[in-house]
């Protein structure tokens, strides 16, 4: 059974940072953040590709960094210069290989609360 787990969220004051981590079961293959305000859609935050390319929405432009491990199957968000508006529930979704079964998968989400 696949099982794709954020961890990382938590309060933090404005310009802060924090790191948010994507673990899988399997192999990632592709992978990309969103994120979801209180009454908003879930908008995507960026992406990272199998060969390591890199793609974010303007705001999180220079922001935010997106990267990964293989080893460890997992992805990683770091977030600095934190805003209030960056506060938002974050879910990873990755394309995922487990066994001989290739799929996209969501992960739970976490909450990231920026506020002083």
């Known amino acids: 059974q696949v099982h794709l787990v954020e961890s990382g969220g938590g309060l933090v004051q404005p310009g802060g940072s924090l790191r948010l981590s994507c673990a899988a079961s399997?192999?990632?293959?592709?992978a990309a953040w969103y994120r979801q305000a209180p009454g908003e859609e879930r908008e995507l935050v960026g992406g990272i590709t199998s060969g390591d390319n890199t793609n974010y929405e303007d705001p999180m432009e220079g922001r935010f960094t997106i990267s990964r491990d293989n080893a460890k199957n997992t992805v990683y968000l770091q977030m600095n210069s934190l805003k209030p508006e960056d506060t938002a529930v974050y879910y990873c979704?990755?394309?995922?290989?487990?066994?001989?079964?290739?799929?996209?998968?969501w992960g739970q989400g976490i909450q990231v609360t920026v506020s002083s």
């Open positions: 979704h990755a394309l995922i290989e487990f066994g001989d079964v290739i799929d996209d998968y």
């Open positions: 399997g192999t990632i293959f592709t």
